[in-house]
């Protein structure tokens, strides 16, 4: 990813950012209430800063104000997942796709998150994993070589994660997601592009369709 100059950020974009990152990273979970005096305190900001912050997550869909609650992570659902998955299948497939030359620094990007999963796997920790491999996706997205849709797709990485945590244990839903990820970067890695092409298709779709059933098992009453 090529996040925007730090010059270019103002206060209120860094503390989104930081937010942005807890929730990539599993911290914040959906129904966690954002506080105000609290991140105020947190980043030694001022309360328009914060709100203004909390406004930006609003605009990507991370948070939502609840009447009588405050701003609140957003819990996300089956619209969502169509909609996440179809963004996922516009940006990472034509990646994929592509003529241009892969450079070997960003195979090595995707290996280190791969290696980064595993290692979590092994200490059974499912949130890293999960952070580790919608990192190795965001690297797919930047052999687009845009920073634009770099940004983009953390805002997506980030709804995803949402997705997840709503899906129940993390450890049943991320597990059998590693050796794909490994197959796509194998064979990005031999030059076989059609074939990484066809495989992470395929993932997109068994992913889609695994976290749909998810959701609408959770709505039976």
């Not at 796709?97 to 092994?122: K, N, T, V, Y």
């Not at 994993?129 to 770099?150: A, E, K, N, Y």
């Not at 709804?159 to 970067?185: M, N, T």
Request: proline fraction near 3%.
């Amino acid at each position: 990813m090529t996040p925007a100059p730090e010059n270019d950020l103002s206060l209120a974009d860094h503390v989104a950012m930081e937010l942005r990152a807890d929730i990539i990273g599993g911290r914040l979970l959906p129904g966690m209430a954002l506080v105000e005096s609290e991140l105020v305190k947190s980043y030694s900001a001022s309360r328009n800063t914060v709100r203004e912050a909390l406004h930006h997550l609003g605009r990507e869909g991370l948070a939502r104000y609840v009447r009588n609650k405050g701003v609140m992570v957003r819990r996300m659902g089956v619209a969502d997942v169509r909609d996440i998955f179809q963004v996922r299948r516009t940006l990472e497939l034509p990646a994929l796709a592509g003529s241009q030359a892969l450079h070997e620094s960003r195979l090595a990007l995707m290996g280190d998150a791969i290696e980064a999963a595993e290692l979590a796997q092994e200490r059974e920790d499912w949130q890293a994993f999960g952070t580790h491999s919608l990192r190795f996706h965001q690297h797919i997205v930047g052999l687009l070589c845009s920073p634009l849709f770099d940004e983009f797709f953390t805002q997506v990485a980030a709804q995803l994660r949402l997705v997840f945590s709503s899906a129940g244990s993390e450890e049943h839903f991320q597990k059998p997601w590693l050796e794909r990820d490994r197959q796509i970067h194998e064979l990005l890695g031999e030059g076989r592009r059609q074939d990484a092409h066809e495989a992470l298709r395929l993932y997109l779709k068994d992913s889609e369709r695994e976290l749909l059933d998810v959701f609408s098992r959770a709505a039976k009453p």
